[in-house]
């Protein structure tokens, strides 16, 4: 069941694992398996397990749009596919076969679990495929690079999968796929044989049940995660006006479309702002969006108020929108007034730039060195 908590023994060593007894998988790393690998006519079943606390390679899942985003196995210098457990292989296999126009039959179902931080205890994530809506072979799957302690380059996987629309994976089916008849099972799930026969992405997606966020939804939610806002606050609480051109670079991690931009002059109450163009569709048919960016960059336990909130709506002309990028929160009666009154204002808050970094650079020195480059 998706989101449903698996728990093992709890002896203190590897026997916790409950993977073995609930999938017949091994208690390794990363990729466990049934069959042989790494080619994808001998694996029967794929199991995806994941810490989500290694912030050189932040494995992250977006609820929002159903779709998962996993770091490969390669660690250090060398061939990209040369791992122990050849990870990396099976990820470039799994990826290879999603976009063959011949679509096999025989391709092996894909479980996700994250680590829950207690013993071996494992959440449910859901049923995977490669790929995502509007995503083709060269984005799906691309290698990074990334740099050793001692300066030496290399890559790793860096892979996309969408979490189809399967809120319960029946035993029945686990039995049939152990037997080899997992296509031909009569508890294989729609979602996952629309996209075995078509490549059809049918994602699980969830809304937000609240779209006012509450100040702890807006701050980062864990230790690791404020030390990352803490780094970008301190680079600029001497100088707060520079944290304007970092705004709006940390706006276009969000929001890579940002066009072009210019730094307005300073306000008479220290505020600074930004205005630009935001490019929506593609070539000759796109069309240009004017925006303008209010930039605070305050400390954790400092909201925006109403007042900063309604001097970026106050310059809101007709078809503009506005983004607002915060080291801290926008606190709940400025919140309400934006949602409630509709204004078009993207909120970009110190929990979002703190997952925002971490996905994108990994660890605190990158985005230090990322800092000083702005």
Known sequence: MVDEVYGGS???NSSDDPLPKLLGVDNGAGFR?????????TLKLLVLKTSFSDS???????????????YG???????????PRQGNQMLRNLFDEAHQHQHSSNFPPILLFGNTGTYRDIRFIGLAVPGAVGMGADDDLVAVWRTTGDGVRFQNYKATFTVLDVPVVHRAWIHDIQNGKTVLSAHAPKAWLDWVGGRKFTPLKSVPANAIRSKQQQLPGTTELVAYIKLVHEFYINDPYAFERCAIELARLFMPAIRSWELTRPWRDGGRDALGTYRIGHGAGAIDVDFAMEAKCYGMDNG?????????????????????VTTSYLD????????????????????DIAM???????????????????
């Open 10 to 12: 709890r002896n203190g």
């Open 332 to 351: 709940l009666q400025a919140y309400q007034e934006l949602v409630q009154d509709a204004h078009p204002v993207v909120v970009i808050a110190s929990g």
């Open 304 to 324: 925006v108020g109403v007042k900063a909130l309604s001097r970026l709506i106050s310059r809101l002309r007709h078809r503009q929108f506005g983004i607002l």
């Open 33 to 41: 398996h049934l069959g042989q690998r790494p080619a994808l006519s």
């Open 56 to 70: 050189n390679w932040p494995d992250a899942l977006d609820g929002e749009n159903g779709t998962f985003v996993y």
């Open 73 to 83: 196995d390669k660690r250090g210098p060398g061939d990209l596919h040369d791992t």
């Open 356 to 374: 925002k970094l971490k996905e994108r650079f990994g660890s605190l020195d990158n985005v230090r060195a990322w800092l000083q480059k702005i």
